[in-house]
């Protein structure tokens, strides 16, 4: 089993136990601690954690309300399966919403775009996809934060995460030389202070980047590695 968490019990802190365990196995799932499909026994998991069952069970609950396990009468819960259709319904909303924000964003400052550079030159000199993934996740929150509308920001935040389990699957498939050239498109586009031109690059650099994510997942299903919904 995955290596997972210290004692949350006895740690300090101001969220309860259950936000605690459900903080922990998102981040879990999210990261790919916990992979796709992977089964959560109640019993192992409360001991793992060392806190009761009920806690845990509600973290349970209230992540499968969001997606990310899926329960069955009688079998427990597991990891939610990675999907084509969720992929191409995550990643589609994805491009759509940070179109939105970057259209909608006000000038980038010097020191901004500054970030945005250094932040594109680390995926490019990445060596392996951990770093290049991380850097990605960051570039992506960097060329939306012109954005004022913090409802928006919400909504990008949680979709990411469901997302991200996807970025890890196609990250280690994927070289970064097409990713690195349209991340330098998308920055030029900013720099200039053409805001609707960048909307346009970022939603086809994510719209194109479906067919090639979906190929992957279909590959791994076929060998047994990705469960389907």
Same mark, same amino acid.
């Given at each position: 089993?995955?290596?997972?968490?210290?004692?949350?019990?006895?740690?300090?802190?101001?969220?309860?136990?259950?936000?605690? $365990?459900? !903080?922990?196995? /998102?981040? =879990?799932?999210?990261?790919?601690? &916990?992979? #796709?499909?992977?089964?959560?026994?109640? +019993? @192992?998991?409360?001991?793992?954690?060392?806190?009761?069952?009920?806690?845990?069970?509600?973290?349970?609950?209230?992540?499968?309300?969001?997606?990310?396990?899926?329960?069955?009468?009688?079998?427990?819960?597991?990891? $939610?399966? !990675?999907?084509? /259709?969720? =992929?191409?319904?995550?990643?589609? &909303?994805? #491009?759509?919403?940070?179109?939105?924000? +970057? @259209?909608?964003?006000?000038?980038?400052?010097?020191?901004?775009?500054?970030?945005?550079?250094?932040?594109?030159?680390?995926?490019?000199?990445?060596?392996?996809?951990?770093?290049?993934?991380?850097?990605?996740?960051?570039?992506?929150?960097?060329?939306?934060?012109?954005?004022?509308?913090?409802? &928006?920001?919400?909504?990008?935040?949680?979709?990411?995460?469901?997302?991200?389990?996807?970025?890890?699957?196609?990250?280690?498939?994927?070289?970064?030389?097409?990713?690195?050239?349209?991340?330098?498109?998308?920055?030029?586009?900013?720099?200039?202070?053409?805001?609707?031109?960048?909307?346009?690059?970022?939603?086809?650099?994510?719209?194109?980047?479906?067919?090639?994510?979906?190929?992957?997942?279909?590959?791994?299903?076929?060998?047994?590695?990705?469960?389907?919904?």
């Amino acid at each position: 089993m995955p290596k997972l968490v210290k004692n949350i019990e006895n740690r300090k802190s101001k969220r309860s136990v259950r936000d605690e $365990a459900y !903080l922990r196995l /998102r981040t =879990a799932i999210v990261s790919g601690d &916990l992979p #796709a499909s992977f089964p959560i026994r109640e +019993v @192992e998991m409360s001991k793992r954690l060392k806190i009761s069952r009920t806690p845990l069970r509600e973290a349970l609950f209230q992540l499968e309300r969001e997606g990310f396990v899926d329960s069955q009468f009688g079998t427990g819960f597991k990891v $939610a399966p !990675l999907s084509v /259709r969720e =992929a191409e319904e995550l990643f589609m &909303l994805l #491009a759509l919403l940070e179109s939105f924000a +970057v @259209e909608n964003s006000r000038e980038f400052s010097s020191s901004e775009i500054e970030q945005l550079q250094t932040l594109h030159q680390k995926i490019c000199d990445s060596q392996g996809p951990e770093h290049r993934i991380k850097f990605d996740a960051e570039l992506h929150r960097c060329f939306t934060a012109g954005c004022s509308n913090s409802e &928006l920001h919400k909504s990008l935040n949680d979709l990411r995460d469901k997302c991200f389990r996807y970025e890890w699957l196609y990250g280690t498939s994927e070289t970064k030389d097409r990713s690195c050239r349209e991340h330098e498109q998308i920055i030029e586009a900013i720099t200039a202070g053409e805001q609707k031109r960048a909307a346009r690059l970022i939603r086809r650099h994510t719209v194109d980047s479906i067919p090639r994510l979906v190929k992957i997942i279909s590959q791994h299903q076929s060998n047994s590695l990705v469960g389907s919904k």
